[in-house]
């Protein structure tokens, strides 16, 4: 089974952006439906994107569209979240997570794998 580990979080200012990666070991992320989700404080685990392994567009939520681009790199077996124009709201612990069947599920529930996340803070 595969293993994901993130990093490329940290403090930012309001309007920056930050790439962020997820590391796949154990199997390849060619493999997998890939997603990205974040938990806010005192808030519950949102999707943020994902791509599926069948190919095909990438599916973002309403609130990141336009500003977040998801992406792989098989040669490196990793994804990476790359995030501009970022804002307050976007503060969070941020997920890597994986499925085995090629539908791009937004519920955290439809994701066995996960990494221990990485942490973005934006500052206004």
């Known amino acids: 089974q595969v293993q994901l580990v993130e990093s490329g979080g940290g403090p930012v200012e309001a309007g920056g952006s930050l790439r962020l990666s997820c590391i796949a070991s154990?199997?390849?992320?060619?493999?997998?439906?890939m997603a990205w989700f974040r938990q806010g404080p005192a808030k519950e685990r949102e999707f943020v994107s994902a791509f599926s392994s069948a190919g095909g567009s990438p599916v973002y939520s309403e609130s990141v569209k336009g500003r977040f681009t998801i992406s792989r790199d098989n040669a490196k077996n990793t994804v990476y979240l790359q995030m501009m124009s970022l804002t307050p709201e976007d503060t969070a612990l941020y997920y890597c997570?994986?499925?085995?069947?090629?539908?791009?599920?937004?519920?955290?529930?439809?994701?066995?794998?996960w990494g221990q996340g990485t942490q973005v803070t934006v500052s206004s």
């Open positions: 997570a994986a499925r085995r069947p090629t539908v791009t599920h937004r519920t955290p529930r439809s994701y066995p794998y």
């Open positions: 154990g199997d390849t992320v060619s493999s997998y439906t």
